[in-house]
Structures are given as C-alpha cells and as structure tokens.
C-alpha cells in the first residue's frame, strides 16, 4: 500500500521586505517563460535591464505596508491552511510549496520523499486556470518530483473555479459584507496577457475570436482564464442572489504595454463614483490568501483613488484564507484526488 501525501502550492512571496530579498523573487517569477513568455534573450534582458533596476525598491516599499511581524500575509495564511490540512487529514503527509522562494517545491517533495511518500494529492492553491499560475506550478512540481522521486505518483487537483463547495465558502466568506448597504460588487480578478488566452487554447480558434467566445460551454473554456473567471462569478451572484445591476467586473495588476485582460480595475474604480456608485464592495475571487495585490493594491492604493473620484467607502471583501467553510471545501476537493 503506497503512502499518501498532499501537496499545497501557493505562488510565493519574498522572504523579506529587504530590497535584495525582493530583487530575487521578482527576478524568480518574471523570469519564468510561463510568466514573461518572450523568448529567453528578450526575457532576460526586459526583466535585468528594464524591470530589476528599479522595481524591487518600489515593490519593497509596497511589502513594507503590509508586512506583519511573522511575515508575508500569503506565506503566513499558506502555512496556517497547511496545518488546518494536516489536522483533517493526520494519517496523510501534508507539506506546503511555493511556486517561487520558499518554501520551495524542492524541500517540500524531498520531506515528502523523507517520509516514504508514493502518492501525492497535488492540491494548487488556483481555483483558475492559467499558464502563469496554475500550470506554471503543476508543471514544476512535476519536473521536481520526476527529478528527486521518479516513482512518486502525481494526482493534480484540477481547476475549481465553479466547484459548489469552493462557491460556497466564497459567499459564506462575503456574507457579513453583503449585508450591509453597497452600490456595487465588483469582482476583481488578476490580469493577464489576452495573449496569453490564445497561448492556452487547444483549438487554436476559438477564445478572443468573438465577443461571447467565454459565454456557454466550449472545451477550450477547461484552460480559459476569463471564461473560469466568469463561471465563478456567475455561479457566485446566483448563489449569493445579487441582482445583475448590483455587480460588475474586472481585471487588476496588469504589467508592462501590451493589451490585458479589460476592463482595468484601476479604470473601473475611478469612474465609478461619476456613475453614482458611491459604496463599493470588492472582492478578489482568484486569491485563495491575501497578499500584496489584495491588502495594498485593492485595500490602499485602490480605496484612496475610489474616495478621491468622489467615492465614500470602498471596502475589500478579503480572501478565504482560513475561512472554515473554505477549509471544508478544500477538504472535500483534496480528498477526492487521494490515491491509494
């Protein structure tokens, strides 16, 4: 009988606010071809000329306004939802990854190893699926495992975007923030690339060759970001019942010129308050943890934009973290992929 394990794999976070620290995590990530996907020479000389020489000090800066003293929100979460993991499931090895810095999937499949581990429930922490995230680590974790334990037996979570039980933990999370008095609920989702859509499309012809190309259901939707990002806030309204002129959408974080995913959040948020939306609830549905993207980018730099258009308040909805419904679901959805 083979010895079970779970891996979680979050993205990662630098290991400190220290510039240095923060040059080697963002040179880590933005040097992945799944990320930047230019070819390596253009790659390496858009992130070392273009983006290093001064990015990380300002980014630092950024980590500094949400640091807490025993670190990064992200790892921080990440570790504490590991533990919750660990005590659902006590006669299963659970080890906790980050796609970048630490922990890195290394030690954690080599502790895996270490303790006699043969099958391993892959569980990313994506609800959504996207080259730059979600395969970026499946694929790493399996060209690690191969590397350090050829014979451990990969079982991968899929993408649950519109899982009932991860919908579920979602308006449970929102709940006390819906029931309050608001204008609007905008769904905040990252951007990517709209390039990178057509990258992941299998058929080739399909996502961005026509207005409701993520309307319905297609094959190419099962590696189509946007169209995973609608399904769950689809899924989420309906269970949630908000009326459809009650939310609203869009796509944050976006890097360097090249056309993102649209609308831009930071758009979005500052013509809001002329339309009337005075109350704005925002919620961050792709981040299963807080981090630098939903704390500062969403819940300071957003928020002080929204009230200076004319805004009132701006609340962020924050992410499931170790929410106990969201602790079920993801009990739930990691048991079905434990393999004997």
Partial sequence: ???QGILLINLGS???????????YLRQFLMDGKV?????????????????????KASAEAYKKIWQPEGSPLVISSR???????????EVAVELSMRYQNPSIESAIEKLKEQGVTSVAVVPLFPHYAMSSYESA????????????????????????DDPDYIEALVDRSAEYLSQDYDQLLFSFHGIPERHLKVSDPSDCHCMASADCCSGDHPSHATCYRAQCFKTMQAFVEKAGIPEEKYSYSFQSRLGREPWLKPYTDHVIEQMPGKGIKKLLVICPV????????????????????EKAGGDSLQ?????????????????????????
């Fill in 1 to 3: 009988m083979s010895k």
């Fill in 14 to 24: 630098p290991d400190s606010t220290d510039v240095g620290d923060v040059r080697r």
């Fill in 36 to 56: 930047l996907d230019a070819p390596y020479p253009i790659r390496f000389c858009v992130v070392h000329f273009a983006i290093l020489p001064s990015r990380p």
């Fill in 80 to 90: 504490k939802i590991c533990e919750a993991m660990a005590e659902r499931f006590p």
């Fill in 138 to 161: 499946v694929e790493r974790v399996k060209v690690v495992a191969k590397k350090l334990s050829p014979a451990m037996k990969l079982n991968v979570v899929q993408p649950y975007y």
């Fill in 287 to 306: 981040f299963i943890s807080d981090c630098l993207e939903t704390i500062e980018e969403i819940g300071m730099r957003a928020k002080e934009d929204f």
């Fill in 316 to 340: 962020l909805i924050p992410c499931l973290n170790e929410h106990p419904r969201w602790l079920d679901a993801l009990e739930t959805i990691t048991k079905r992929h434990l393999v004997e």
